[in-house]
T-cell receptor
Framework: DVKVTQSSRYLVKRTGEKVFLECVQD?????MFWYRQDPGLGLRLIYF???????EKGDIPEGYSVSREKKERFSLILESASTNQTSMYLC????????????FGPGTRLTVT | ELKVEQNPLFLSMQEGKNYTIYCNYS?????LYWYRQDPGKSLESLFV?????AVKQEGRLMASLDTKARLSTLHITAAVHDLSATYFC????????FGKGTRLHILP
């Protein structure tokens, strides 16, 4: 059974804090993704990675950075959290080629106060 | 730039009725995906459509793809309350772009 896990389901942080969101997949997938989901805006891609130490900006990378030191782990970093980063964050993974179907983690609901 | 539009964005319907959700996209693509999301949960893959004319069915849901019209449909037959959820289509260009989702509310 394929599995993508995220480090926290709910997180509350203060403005200005550095925040780490972790994602781990056990399917040996090459691609990993970070999205944020907001009501009325759907899913928006923040960053993705197609290999270890490789990363590409998505549609809304400002205020975020990522790290992929191992194939199975993809971290999203908020360098200095702000209230407009309050959102649901979803991690996903997929194979590099072929069907490219994405498998999603359970999500982290982040509140920045 | 690839755009993916779903309609309707919200649908309230009675149990037992049939309805269709539409997904239009703006560029050629041979990969279209349908996902389901329950409230407070993550996205679950429903269908992957890989070619023109592809049709896939699972229970009361049937998805189809017309690449020439750049249109996919998700048809619900004899809706039941358990199908209440938000449904997303997504299209692959150089990356995957999601529609805004259709929130389906099925009244008992």
């Amino acid at each position: 059974d394929v599995k993508v896990t995220q480090s926290s389901r709910y997180l509350v942080k203060r403005t200005g804090e550095k925040v780490f969101l972790e994602c781990v997949q056990d399917m040996d997938h090459e691609n990993m993704f970070w999205y944020r989901q907001d009501p009325g805006l759907g899913l928006r891609l923040i960053y993705f990675s197609y290999d270890v130490k490789m990363k590409e900006k998505g549609d809304i990378p400002e205020g975020y950075s990522v790290s992929r030191e191992k194939k199975e782990r993809f971290s999203l970093i908020l360098e200095s959290a702000s209230t407009n980063q309050t959102s649901m964050y979803l991690c996903a993974s997929s194979r590099l080629a072929g069907v490219y179907e994405q498998y999603f983690g359970p999500g982290t609901r982040l509140t920045v106060t | 730039e690839l755009k993916v539009e779903q309609n309707p964005l919200f649908l309230s319907m009675q149990e037992g009725k049939n309805y269709t959700i539409y997904c239009n996209y703006s560029t050629t693509s041979d990969r279209l995906y349908w996902y389901r999301q329950d409230p407070g949960k993550s996205l679950e893959s429903l269908f992957v459509l890989l070619s023109n004319g592809a049709v896939k069915q699972e229970g009361r849901l049937m998805a189809s793809l017309d690449t020439k019209a750049r249109l996919s449909t998700l048809h619900i037959t004899a809706a039941v309350h358990d199908l209440s959820a938000t449904y997303f289509c997504a299209v692959r260009d150089d990356k995957i772009i999601f529609g805004k989702g259709t929130r389906l509310h099925i009244l008992p």
